[in-house]
């Protein structure tokens, strides 16, 4: 694989997502590549019990409207470490083809995702969207158990002992 270019880091604000983030934002740094950093809100969220239905335009615009602040500022945190980030917010029912459709478009070059982010029971109910995107992308995807990049010294252990 030629280094990439342009690097897309699904965030769903899980450890687990943040931690993929991290993987890229090293790929990124080594390679001089970009970060597309992306979140899909539910087109239809489960709505919490204090919001009424006749609000549900104006919740969906809030859910939106804090995503693109919090992707922002994770851009602006990449961009303070000399990578270049952008973000985009996607509203679909399907995450994982929202995802699929943003990297199509944008023609991204790989993309950086963690086995386990905020499905609960939709996993089991649609699939995992690390699945979904493993088996339909046209471009690589790495996959990134939980907290395996944020414990860096279990992995030199490991190969200390296996080689003892």
């Not at 597309?36 to 919001?51: R, T």
């Not at 859910?63 to 919090?70: F, I, K, Y």
């Not at 459709?101 to 023609?107: C, F, L, M, Q, V």
Request: hydrophobic share 45%; net charge negative; glycine share 4%.
């Amino acid at each position: 694989m030629l280094h990439p270019k342009l690097i897309l880091s699904p965030i769903d604000f899980s450890d687990s997502s943040l931690e993929a983030l991290d993987t890229a934002r090293d790929m990124a740094g080594r390679y001089g590549s970009a970060i597309l950093l992306v979140h899909v809100v539910p087109v239809i969220p489960k709505l919490p019990s204090d919001v009424s239905i006749f609000n549900e335009g104006t919740y969906e615009k809030d859910l939106l409207r804090d995503a693109e602040q919090r992707l922002t500022a994770l851009a602006e945190k990449l961009k303070t470490e000399g990578i270049t980030a952008r973000t985009t917010v996607g509203l679909a029912n399907d995450a994982a083809m929202e995802i699929l459709r943003t990297a199509d478009a944008e023609k991204v070059d790989l993309i950086v995702i963690a086995t386990h982010g905020l499905t609960g029971w939709r996993r089991l109910a649609f699939g995992s969207v690390t699945d979904k995107i493993v088996r339909t992308a046209d471009c690589p995807v790495l996959v990134l158990r939980k907290n395996a990049a944020a414990e860096p010294e279990h992995v030199e252990e490991k190969s200390a002992s296996a080689s003892a």
